[in-house]
């Protein structure tokens, strides 16, 4: 079964600083993944996926097939970052549902 | 085309009464999804269709649990005899999937139906 573990409840940082969301899968295959990001009284929406390789706001994610990762990265954190990260995994026939990690809740502090 | 919608957005019930929840995807979506949410939990699924056949259930819904989407449009979950562990939001989200079984784009979730069982 696909688990997606995100060991950290909260992470505080400082705006301006570096920031990191750790994100570990467990799927033998080749998952596609993805960051979803929920701000206070809106509803979840998706931040990036690993296929499109993109930048979203200044936050970048490299699946890393060795140690199983996915963490979100963003250089330089801002006020307005402060949200429910969840990583999510899905098998990369696309033709099963998304399962979510539990979810990090992402302050930056002015 | 407004993205998806659930409703009722709150509904406290008393233990033991039925409910329905309403999702509507985005309009051509082909696929449509059910989680559930609880207190420091991430979304849990439920539930999918792909057109009006549901195709997976998760062992999270127990006989009580009853979804539809019967014209392969807006989609109702049925909680009959509710109990006070069936609190939570319950999500919807929506996506467009190739025929192919390729992959597909990323979910675009509702706001969620809050539901409270006292």
């Known amino acids: 079964a696909q688990r997606v573990t995100q060991p950290e409840k909260l992470l505080s940082v400082f705006k301006g600083a570096p920031v990191e969301l750790k994100c570990n899968y467990s799927y033998s295959g080749s998952p596609e993944l993805f960051w979803y990001v929920q701000y206070s009284r809106q509803r979840l929406q998706l931040l990036l996926r690993?296929?499109s390789r993109e930048s979203i706001k200044g936050f970048t994610a490299d699946l890393n097939k060795g140690e199983t990762s996915f963490h979100l990265k963003k250089p330089f954190a801002q006020e307005e970052d402060s949200a429910m990260y969840y990583c999510?995994?899905?098998?990369?026939?696309?033709?099963?549902?998304?399962?979510f990690g539990k979810g990090t809740r992402l302050s930056v502090i002015a | 085309d407004t993205g998806v919608s659930q409703n009722p957005r709150h509904k406290i019930t008393k233990r033991g009464q039925n409910v329905t929840f309403r999702c509507d995807p985005i309009s051509e979506h082909n696929r449509l999804y059910w989680y559930r949410q609880t207190l420091g939990q991430g979304p849990e699924f439920l539930t999918y269709f792909q057109n009006e056949a549901q195709l997976e259930k998760s062992r999270l819904l127990s006989d009580r649990f009853s979804a539809e989407r019967p014209k392969g449009s807006f989609s109702t979950l049925e909680i009959q005899r509710t109990e006070q562990g069936d609190s939570a939001m319950y999500l919807c989200?929506?996506?467009?999937?190739?025929?192919?079984?390729?992959?597909?784009?990323?979910?675009?979730f509702g706001s969620g139906t809050r539901l409270t069982v006292v």
């Open positions: 690993h296929i």
């Open positions: 999510a995994s899905q098998r990369n026939s696309g033709n099963t549902p998304l399962v």
């Open positions: 989200a929506s996506s467009l999937a190739g025929t192919g079984g390729g992959r597909s784009a990323g979910y675009t």
